[in-house]
């Protein structure tokens, strides 16, 4: 499996600005702008923001068995990858925050959780329930679940 490689392009060279959200392996500077290379287990969040309107990905290059998903390209993304959920409006807002308090909780690992995770995370954020503590909550069940799956021999 390869690793996302995600270019954050020039201010002034991109009808829109991205930043990108993951476990960092790698930055290099081009002469478009900085290049930046993930994990390939982790999940990535990528958020767009055109003149207009603004929208986040929270993508993967692990393939969704479960699902009839095919990969997607999306702009400055290297490679083809799966999509997880979409947000825009108000629903980004409320993932941007609960980044915020997800990485401050684990440091950054939460990127590297199941898939199920996100799935979870997200409908916290539909729902309205995306708060500190509901975070919380969710971020001890999944440390106590790979505790667990870590002593199954």
């Known amino acids: 499996m390869?690793?996302?490689?995600v270019l954050i392009p020039k201010k002034?060279?991109?009808?829109?600005?991205?930043?990108?959200?993951?476990?960092?392996?790698?930055?290099t500077e081009e002469k478009d702008g900085v290049r930046l290379t993930f994990s390939p287990q982790?999940?990535?969040?990528?958020?767009?923001?055109?003149?207009?309107?603004?929208?986040?990905?929270?993508v993967t290059k692990k393939e969704i068995t479960y699902s009839k998903q095919k990969p997607v390209f999306l702009p400055h993304v290297r490679d083809p990858v799966y999509v997880l959920f979409?947000?825009?409006?108000?629903?980004?807002?409320?993932?941007?925050?609960?980044?915020f308090h997800l990485e401050e909780e684990t440091k950054g690992i939460f990127y590297i959780y199941s898939i199920s995770f996100f799935y979870?995370?997200?409908?916290?954020?539909?729902?309205?329930?995306a708060?500190?503590?509901?975070?919380?909550?969710l971020v001890k069940e999944?440390?106590?679940?790979?505790?667990y799956v870590q002593r199954i021999p």
């Open 42 to 58: 982790s999940v990535v969040i990528l958020f767009y923001t055109y003149p207009h309107h603004r929208r986040a990905y929270v």
């Open 131 to 137: 708060n500190k503590y509901t975070l919380f909550l």
């Open 142 to 147: 999944y440390k106590e679940r790979s505790r």
């Open 86 to 99: 979409k947000v825009r409006g108000r629903s980004l807002d409320k993932l941007k925050n609960a980044i």
């Open 12 to 27: 002034g060279t991109a009808l829109y600005t991205l930043y990108a959200y993951g476990i960092v392996n790698d930055k």
């Open 2 to 5: 390869s690793e996302i490689s």
């Open 120 to 129: 979870r995370l997200l409908s916290l954020i539909q729902c309205g329930k």
